[in-house]
């Protein structure tokens, strides 16, 4: 009897771990809105599409990119955007889009001459938009 009250409480013990477990193996933001960007490439006039040189005395390009998230989610898309250089800033640099929503990002930079990365970064996930100028 004492064996079957003890193999019970242990049955017990292990189903409750494995409940924890199970619980906690789940990711926390199941749900969660997935970002995307949209176009993942962009580039100065003859380079790629979304840019254009508005100031040559300035020397800066303009890109526009379009930031909303995966329709099927139950949360908003909280986002973030980056670049590798301080050459770069972003109109909004952050921010909360809701399914059904977008925002769109003016991108000005003064970089030209190769191939750049700017960086959304999402809770789910980040996505790369090339630059491409020069």
Same mark, same amino acid.
């Given at each position: 009897m004492r064996s079957t009250v003890r193999s019970l409480k242990l049955v017990a013990i292990v189903v409750a771990a494995l409940g924890v477990a199970a619980t906690t193996a789940l990711?926390?933001?199941?749900?969660?809105?997935?970002?995307?960007?949209?176009?993942?490439?962009?580039?100065?006039?003859?380079?790629?599409?979304? #840019?254009?040189?508005?100031?040559?005395?300035?020397?800066?390009w303009i890109c526009h990119v379009t930031v909303n998230e995966t329709s099927s989610s139950s949360t908003p898309a909280r986002w973030s955007a980056t670049s590798v250089s301080g050459y770069t800033s972003f109109s909004p640099s952050h921010g909360t889009v809701w399914s059904g929503h977008s925002t769109t990002?003016?991108?000005?930079?003064?970089? #030209?001459?190769?191939y750049f990365k700017f960086k959304f970064a999402g809770a789910q996930n980040t996505v790369a938009v090339v630059y491409s100028c020069g």
């Open positions: 990711p926390v933001s199941a749900g969660s809105a997935v970002l995307k960007v949209t176009p993942t490439f962009v580039g100065a006039p003859g380079d790629g599409p979304h #840019c254009n040189r508005p100031n040559p005395i300035a020397n800066t990002v003016k991108i000005t930079t003064h970089l #030209c001459g190769g």
